[in-house]
């Protein structure tokens, strides 16, 4: 099952160009991409799947991570995929989402401009089971690393500390990592480098080796991958 959501573990999300793109990565911070947010946005996906007759998935847990590209004049596109999973929901949502017409495009001063959205779709919520004010994110949880947060902070620092004699100068770091649906950390990765070589590579290999457990991230009780991503800032005399 391939998704991919976005935790942090310090520090929020932030939307920042160097230029200016033709579409977004992200909307930017504190802007909605549906009039009434996510909770009309799911009320309006089940009165289309009552009106059109659509049929339930018979896979119950199917879930799939569908991304639109939003328009200057509202319109969208549907990213379509090659999936071999959770192809109920994905063509579930490449049906109906034509007829979604509350799409608000991203602004940036001032300007509405193309920007990309996610938004996750979990079938078996939005026919019977469906009910007023349903919102996916009241049903998410983050991955979790035994012993909590502060344990994994404990534990990449010991390792750290363990190889840190041989580094000279240090740096500042944007560290990123998935925590699959099995609990295992994978793609263990720079999102923003110091440009100091010994460093970045210690930081890197003091993820690597922590032994510590996860459990997945959930959505509706289904195991999702997860992206985490803190930055790292040490001087080193």
Not at 76 to 91: F, G, M, P, T
Not at 190 to 210: A, H, P, Q
């Amino acid at each position: 099952m391939k998704k991919l959501l976005f935790f942090t573990l310090l520090g929020s999300l932030f939307f920042a160009q160097q230029k200016t793109p033709d579409v977004y990565e992200n909307y930017p911070k504190g802007q909605n991409d549906y009039n009434g947010g996510n909770v009309q946005f799911y009320k309006e996906l089940h009165e289309l799947i009552v009106d059109k007759k659509i049929q339930p998935c018979e896979n119950k847990e199917e879930l799939y991570l569908a991304k639109f590209i939003v328009y200057p004049d509202a319109t969208i596109k549907l990213v379509e995929e090659k999936i071999e999973e959770d192809k109920c929901a994905y063509n579930l949502i490449k049906e109906l989402a034509i007829y979604l017409k509350g799409w608000k495009p991203a602004e940036v001063e001032g300007k509405k401009v193309s920007a990309v959205t996610k938004i996750l779709i979990f079938p078996d919520a939005l026919f019977d089971k469906y009910s007023n004010g349903y919102d996916v994110l009241n049903y998410m949880s983050p991955p979790n690393y035994k012993g909590g947060i502060n344990k994994f902070r404990v534990d990449f620092m010991s390792n750290v500390s363990s190889r840190i004699s041989s580094i000279s100068g240090g740096g500042k770091v944007l560290v990123a990592f998935d925590v699959n649906e099995k609990g295992e950390i994978e793609n263990i990765r720079l999102d923003e480098k110091s440009g100091n070589t010994s460093f970045d590579d210690m930081i890197i290999n003091s993820i690597r080796m922590i032994r510590g457990k996860w459990s997945p991230g959930m959505v509706h009780g289904v195991p999702v991958k997860n992206k985490f991503q803190f930055p790292v800032n040490l001087n080193i005399n």
